[in-house]
């Protein structure tokens, strides 16, 4: 049974361009929600997506998008990157909002 | 905004000795869970405790819940170098807002 999975690991990238990473959620969850994680922080919560539309979404800019597609699998997207958005992205999968997420490995954006 | 504040921010404890992290938060809360984050790697979940619960145990892991005082406390017991990681609380709020919000967690180091 394979857990989240997140792609790619690290990436690299100037300020001004745009980012997608993407997300697999656990087999049979249905719900998916995105964190950002600056380091020695805690994960701050971005948004959730369950059939395929945006549930929930904590103070992110709009510069901060995302999808959820048919599969449940997600993708987070961040365009005009600036050098704050350097940070872990967590992706979580779960049945249902509030109960055990389960979460991938993160991907570890640099924007230089 | 952060909802759950760790104390302490960082433990340091010999092996074998028990470590003890507390959660304070502000809100009411559905439930309120503990991950555990190996160096900045994903998180991992513990144990969710719900509103309606005071104590929970999981292997060498004890969760207590106070929602009169808005606090939780997780014990481990019998540490090992292995434990060593970054502890997170995080709670669901009670309400139209439903957000998971985490804490900042309290770095523990296991000495040898």
């Known amino acids: 049974d394979a857990g989240v999975t997140q792609s790619p690991t690290h990436l690299i990238k100037t300020r001004g361009q745009q980012v997608t990473l993407r997300c697999s959620p656990k087999?049979?969850?249905?719900?998916v929600s995105w964190y950002q994680q600056a380091l020695g922080q805690g994960p701050q919560f971005i948004f959730q997506?369950?059939?395929?539309?945006?549930?929930q979404r904590g103070n992110f800019p709009d510069r901060f998008s995302g999808h959820q597609f048919p599969n449940y699998s997600s993708e987070l997207n961040v365009n005009a990157l600036l050098l704050g958005d350097s940070a872990l992205y967590l992706c979580?999968?779960?049945?249902?909002?509030?109960?055990?997420?389960?979460f991938g490995p993160g991907t570890r954006l640099l924007v230089l | 905004s952060q909802q759950g504040e760790e104390d302490p921010q960082a433990l340091s404890i010999q092996e074998g000795e028990n470590a003890t992290m507390n959660c304070s938060y502000k809100?009411?809360?559905?439930?309120l869970q503990w991950y555990r984050q190996n160096s900045g790697r994903g998180l991992v979940h513990l144990i969710l405790?719900?509103?309606?619960?005071r104590e929970k145990h999981s292997g060498r892991l004890r969760v207590t819940l106070d929602t009169s005082k808005k606090s939780s406390s997780l014990l481990i017991t019998a540490s090992r170098a292995a434990d060593t990681a970054s502890y997170f609380c995080?709670?669901?709020?009670?309400?139209?807002?439903?957000?998971?919000?985490f804490g900042k967690g309290t770095r523990l180091h296991i000495l040898p």
């Open positions: 979580a999968s779960s049945l249902q909002f509030g109960e055990t997420q389960y």
């Open positions: 087999s049979g969850h249905d719900t």
């Open positions: 997506y369950y059939e395929e539309e945006e549930r």
């Open positions: 809100t009411s809360i559905n439930n």
């Open positions: 405790i719900r509103s309606n619960e």
């Open positions: 995080a709670t669901d709020e009670k309400g139209g807002d439903d957000k998971i919000i």
